[in-house]
């Protein structure tokens, strides 16, 4: 994937007195033809991450730095045309896969897909796409959002962000040792271990409190830049050791070899990674590089400088560039979730002959011409990619746009499952369905409310949010909503009712960690017990009037609902504080994005709809169950005596496979409203 250029740039080394020495490393383009092979063929048939693209990190490394190592040894760095030459090979590939991604998203992505993909494809434009998926890693609504077919940009994004610090990181090294006349290479030496230390120190910190985010973070993959730049700085001094038979390198380099294959295998590394996981795969490519040439007949280099992966290696980048789009089209059309053996071929076999003729008449047409017009071609191409992009989303704008209101006589969401409500003043055929396919995604609970959020005193973690009640100074209740996405789902229904009676809102909320005195959803996940306890301690300090959250959880195929027990001993915390609880039963967990379902199969279509009894149990009230909490039965109000259906009173009531769309929510206030009315109040 590095590189776009080609085989050229495969020549690193420093000669021991520190003066440029640079060899052609064929064993490079054939490490790139398995990384790019492995991240295909795990992406496409077994579903998971294989450890490529961290080789991709550690080789970008190796040649950049190398690169600017040799051109400020022989006087100095020029930045800008540094970066005009990288970007001038990135922008003209890259361009022209978005554009065709833009074009092909709009005829084969259901709507519900349009403006998430949208906002990828600037953001992948922009070299921003891995900020673009940490933000929607901690973003409750984002969370679940099936992958865009531009989400594999996220590495490129930080490839992206690489190359614009290294020439100013090593220019600003070279700078300072020529005034303080100190050696270069120790400088940078020293340089890169600081900095890829303290990014390394950075990843398995974050790794282990919050993985997703640590995954997309560019400061959690700088030590894997950073350990090819260091790789690139003492190769030729590892490779003159006198230990360094050929025996031996024939060894290092199957090692190596057999390391990166088993990586995916061995290791989730999709939920594992970076961390200290990520060191298997780039230390795996240093051994193949440190191999080098082994001069022993049965060595790696034979077969990586083979004329077939020498070639593959040529393709990396445009066949990584394609694959990705191509396999998620393919299950988007098909509503598969995996391919099989004849389908993946073919995914594969379109995305090299796609990948061919964009190094055919892309990237090769672009390396003859001049740095100069190679970089405004790639503007051009880039203006077109906004242009696309722009249009796409004025059409979805419009398309999202629904001027009908939920609770209203022809949208009554909720209150059409009311024994009272009249269903033969339904019809569908003449009411549009809100929100609207292209909206879904966006509908969360907080986007209708504007919630005022710092840290809390109890928890580095803690996070609390307010509303002030419309009249604050009138105001006499302050109701708390705590727990993960499936709590805060109900602050839309909590804010139809404050607004009707003057009261303030607080909001704690952690996904994948309801509100507990353990982790219920992902076991002994410390970072989230630590904070149920730091929002106890919040609880007990303001003491609101009332606790909105959870009774239950897991309502999905096969009658999983449960009441943890750890639940009822937070409710049984707060009933020793004086707090009363409203719990709200949970919303079932469907095994197919709903919304994907309305938006194939169409409105009504009965694929989309579940069967009650499938999901939801006899409710039952668990034994210690305390005198403050009030518990809330939205089963009614979400499915019918038979089905839970994909729509209900012409609202679509999920935004994803799991989550209520806040449009839905909303017309739950009813049923909430009764339950803290039996407080009391």
Known sequence: MTSPGGAPAARTGTTAGGATRSRFRPEL????????????????????????????????????????????????????????????????????????????????????????????????????????LAHNSVDYAARDNAASIVQHFWSLSIQGQFYLLAPLVVAGVAIATRRDGADLHRRLTGTLLAVGGASFAYSVYLTLVNQPLAYFHSATRIWEFALGGLLALWISRIEDRPELTPGTRA?????????????????????????????????????????????????????????????????????????WPILTLTLVRTGQDRLDLEQGAGVIAV?????????????????????????????????????????????????????????????????????????????????????????????????????????????????????????????????????????QQYAAALAVIAEQRNWSMVGMFRG??????????????????????????????????????????????????????????????????GIPVVAVRDNPRFDFNVVDCVATRGRGAPDCDVDRHALYPPWSVVPGVPPNVVFADVSDDICDPALCRSEVGNVLVYMDDNHLTATYAETLAPTLATAFDHLGW
């Not at 055919?360 to 051009?380: K, M």
């Not at 959803?521 to 959250?549: I, R």
């Open 29 to 132: 383009q054939g490490l790139r033809a398995l990384a790019v092979l492995l991240v295909v063929v795990y992406h496409v048939w077994v579903g998971r991450v294989s450890g490529g693209v961290d080789v991709f990190f550690l080789i970008t490394g190796f040649l950049i730095t190398g690169g600017l190592y040799r051109a400020a040894a022989r006087g100095g760095i020029d930045v800008l045309a540094t970066w005009r030459r990288q970007f001038s090979r990135l922008l003209p590939a890259m361009t022209v896969v978005l554009t065709a991604g833009v074009v092909a998203g709009f005829w084969l992505l259901p709507e519900n897909r349009w403006m998430p993909t949208v906002r990828e494809t600037v953001a992948s434009l922009l070299f921003l796409q891995n900020w673009e």
């Open 351 to 487: 995305s090299f002959v796609l990948a061919w003729l964009t190094h055919r008449f892309v990237e090769q047409r672009v390396a003859a011409l001049d740095v100069r017009r190679a970089l405004r071609t790639g503007g051009v191409l880039a203006l077109t990619v906004l242009v696309a992009a722009g249009s796409w989303y004025g059409l979805a704008t419009a398309r999202a746009s629904t001027p009908v209101l939920a609770g209203s006589p022809s949208h009554p969401g909720a209150g059409a499952l009311s024994p009272q409500f009249d269903l033969a003043s339904l019809d569908p055929a003449d009411a549009e369905l809100t929100p609207s396919l292209v909206q879904a995604p966006d509908d969360w609970s907080y986007h209708g409310t504007s919630w005022d959020c710092g840290p809390s005193e109890h928890g580095a973690e803690l996070e609390l949010c307010t509303v002030p009640a419309p009249a604050p100074e009138t105001s006499e209740r302050t109701v708390a909503v705590v727990g993960d996405s499936h709590a």
């Open 512 to 577: 994948a960690c309801p509100m507990s005195v353990r982790s219920e959803t992902v076991a002994d996940d410390q970072g989230c017990t630590d904070w149920n306890a730091a929002v106890h301690d919040q609880l007990v300090e303001m003491h609101p009037d009332a606790v909105l959250t959870l009774a239950s959880r897991d309502v999905r195929p096969g009658l999983h609902e449960q009441t943890p027990e750890g639940f009822v001993q937070a409710w049984q915390r707060l009933d020793a504080a």
């Open 251 to 323: 060894v290092l380099g199957w090692g190596g070899v057999v390391a990166l294959v088993s990586c995916g295998i061995l290791l989730q590394v999709d939920r594992a990674f970076p961390g200290w996981a990520a060191l298997w795969p780039t230390l795996a490519a240093a051994m193949v590089l440190v191999a080098g040439r082994s001069g022993h007949r049965f060595g790696v280099d034979h077969l990586l400088s083979g004329r077939v992966l020498r070639t593959i290696g040529d393709l990396s980048f445009p066949l990584y560039l394609w694959h």
